[in-house]
């Protein structure tokens, strides 16, 4: 996982001191160069379903889950960049995780451009398409 700290976008390694946690499916992250820790669900994140521009993720054997909403500018944003919606909002999701929200809504808001949300998603499309960054 790429690290969510804007500017950093080194890649995170487990942190064996704080370890796996069974019952959630979450394993902590650390990022050698910033120092940010985070967490991401050790099998991947599971799409239970979606409508419009919501997308609900589950994880691990919790009952914990993440919903994602997608504002319009957002999608096409990063339509224009090959990222389709579903990607989008795994990427968001996984971004939420290694910012420390296990549960609830995330919306990304604010200046969309300018926000490590932003940055996150835009790292990953490069890292998964093989494009070299601007």
Known sequence: ?????????????PDYRAGYDAR???ECLHCGHCGHR??????GLQLLFSGQHEYVFSYGPSLSYLKVVLSTVALNLFNTQG????????HVA???LLMGQVCGTVR???????SSCYE??????????GISPR
């Open 94 to 96: 996984e971004w939420a």
């Open 24 to 26: 959630t499916g979450l």
């Open 1 to 13: 996982m790429l690290c969510p700290t804007t500017n950093c976008g080194q890649l995170m390694t």
């Open 120 to 129: 996150y998603c835009r790292r990953q499309a490069v890292h998964h398409s």
């Open 83 to 90: 990222l389709e919606p579903v990607r989008l909002a795994t």
């Open 108 to 114: 990304p808001s604010g200046d969309l451009v300018l």
């Open 38 to 43: 985070g967490m991401r669900a050790r099998e």
